[in-house]
Each structure stands twice: as structure tokens, then as C-alpha cells.
């Protein structure tokens, strides 16, 4: 029982989920999706009509929630933080990444032993990192890190290795999540109930239309009967 | 040192902090913070609702992120301290397994343990805030008249309760009452999104 789920949970990604804000939120909100309307229906404290209303308009709310979060987040905060980060810290000698996504490939890559990193699963990753993307630091191309150079009989760093010689670049990752976590706030607790009332009052007002239409119906006919 | 330096090195050391260890745990409690301060606060804000309502309403979301809040922080504290053992039991790096339960408690806390807690405890905590409140009331109108001495209007014989019935709805009538139910609720009670 045990064993499964440890693998599971370090498996390389239930690390990145775990590392990336991004992630982590999607999964928090999707939880959130499925969970809080399916307690609210096993509450006993109000009537069945009731339960049923609010677990509906609690679900239309986080998936709205999910939509405003994909829509927005990565485009706007992930991406525009870490453009911001690189204005900001352009002293700091940080790889010229072309956007968020770069960097975040390069860090997964990173964190995989040089094995993993060929495996044909990775080769997303691999083909986002340009050849011609270098560290300013030693003019050494990102690439050279992680795959290793067979003219050259450079051979690829460790992640530990990586880690000591500051390889990772903890900055820029780090500007890419508090962005992120800027723009989890703002989204989910500024502009999500603002939208919402613009979305979800309309929708929830038309269920309940419906059902009251329904529930007439429903008198009609028994009193035909 | 200016205060452009002092601040460029905090949100360089956050940042770097951030980068070397991001925890589940921090964008959740941050959303946490932030939800129980602004939903409470547009709630207030609302011009369509009465006081009382709205009061009730901010107050119950404000519950509903400090349960959250407190939730997120005892279920990591409590699931922590078993990554070093699982790690010698297991043989992976303990610090893999630290990360990974502490995803995992942020999705059983989210998914599970919030809303459960907020079913068991919400209802009981604002019926009681609401007895308090009315009893509130009712002192402060029975000290008002005892001062004025009212004694105006007072009906001295006792009713005879057993002749009062409740009055027996039509089906379209109680439908409507239920809507009306559904629509204050969906003003108050309910609000979604804790």
C-alpha cells in the first residue's frame, strides 16, 4: 500500500507539480471542482432543493474559477512577471530565456538525471532549449549542461552537480512562482467573484427558472390526475 | 544603502528562496489570506443587500478561509514529520517524499478536509453567532422599555395557544415560498467559492 503511493508521490511529475505554483493551483481548484459540491450535497442540515442549488452554483463557480486561471495566468503573470524578473535582475547573469516555458523546460530537464533526459517522453522539453541559448556567465550553451558534448567529450551534468555550480538558476524560477502566486490572488480572489456575478447569477437564475417550470409541471399534472 | 537597494534584495532573496524550494503550501495559504480578506470585503460592499445579510454573509465567508487557512497549516504540520521515517522505510531522498506530501496534504485538505470541516462546523458556529445576536437585540429593546416604561398596548390575558394552527399551503403557494427560501439563501447563506 505504502510503496505505490511513495513512488507515486516521488515520481519526477508529482515534483514538478509540486515545485510549479501553476500546477498546484490547477490541481487545487480542480479538487476544490469535485469536492466541495459533493460534501455540500451530503449535508443534512438543509432540504435536497437547496443542496442541489448549491452545489451546482459552488461547482459553476470553481470551474469558472479554472477558466479564469487558464485563460489568464500563464499568458498575462507567468509570462509577463518573468519578463519583468529579467528587466529587474538583468545584472544578475541570467540566461536570455525567450519566456516562462523555456525556463521551466530547462528546469525540468535539469532535475532529471542525464539518463532520463534522453528518453524520447522528454524530447518536448529538449527541443524548447535553443542550442544558441547561453550562460552569460561562462558562455557555455544550456544545452551543453544537460546533454553533454560528444566532439567536445563533455559529458552531462548531474542535477546535484548543477545545483552546486548555481546551474539551475533558482532566480529566474523563483521570479516565474512569485509571479505566479501574484497572479493566483489576483485571479481567484479579485477578478473570479467579480466575473462571476456577471456569469453566474444569469446561468443560476435560468436553472432555476427551469426547475420552477418543471416543478409546475409536475403540480399540473397531479392535480389532473 | 537606499531603499531601492533594500528592496531589491528582499524580492531577490524571495525570489531565490522560491526557486530553490517552492512548497504547494504557500500559493494555497496566500489565496487563503487574500480570499478571507477581499470576499468578506466586496460582500460589505454590496449595495443590492440589507445589513444584517451582508454581515452574516462576509462573516461566514471569513469563517470559511480561516477554517482553510488553519486547515492547510495543522494538516501539513501533522504530515511532515513522517516524510524522514516513509524516506528510511522506502529508500528514497527524503527530501522528494517531504515534497511530494506536502502536495498531497494541500490536495487532501483542499479536495476533503475543508470541506468537511466547513459542513460540520459552519451551521452550528452561525446559529449560535445568530442567537447571540438576537439576544443582543432583545436586551437592548427590554433595557430601551424598561427605561421609557412602556406599558402601552399590553395584552394582559394569555392566548389560548392550542387554538392557533399553521396554516395549510397551497402547491403553488409553496413553491413560491420555496423560491423565495432559495432566493434569500442565494443572497446569504450559500455563497460559494470558500
Known sequence: MLGPLVNMITSNKFQTIAQNTDACVKLETSLKAVGRPTFTLMDKHTDKETRKYAATKEFLYQILCLGIYLAIIPAVFKNGGFKLAQRIFKKEGMPAFKNAKQMLSYHHLAYMSPAERCN????????????????????????????????????????????????????????IELSSIIGSVIGLTILAPEISHYILHPVMKAIDKKSSLKARNVNAFDKKA | MG?????????????VSLGKHNDALYAVLAIAVFKGVMRPTFTMMDKKSDRETKKYAAFREGLTEA?????YILTHKLVLPLAVPIAKKTGKSPKKVKNGLSLLSVCLTAGIIIPFICNLTL????????KLNDKRKNSKTDSFDRILDIKENIVSEKINVSGIYSPQLSAP???LLDAVRRNSLQNAAMKVGG
Open chain 2, 173 to 175: 403557494s409553496r413553491s
Open chain 2, 3 to 15: 531603499l531601492s537597494n533594500i528592496l531589491y534584495d528582499k524580492l531577490k532573496k524571495l525570489c
Open chain 2, 67 to 71: 477554517i482553510a487557512f488553519a486547515s
Open chain 2, 123 to 130: 451551521k452550528p458556529i452561525m446559529d449560535g453567532v445568530k
Open chain 1, 120 to 175: 524520447p517522453k522528454n524530447k518536448k522539453f529538449l527541443d524548447l532549449i535553443d542550442k544558441d541559448l547561453i550562460n552569460p556567465n561562462d558562455g557555455t550553451p544550456l544545452y551543453e549542461y544537460l546533454m553533454g558534448n560528444k566532439e567536445k567529450h563533455i559529458e552531462p551534468l548531474s542535477k546535484k552537480t548543477m545545483e552546486n555550480k548555481g546551474l539551475m538558476f533558482e532566480l529566474a524560477k523563483g521570479s
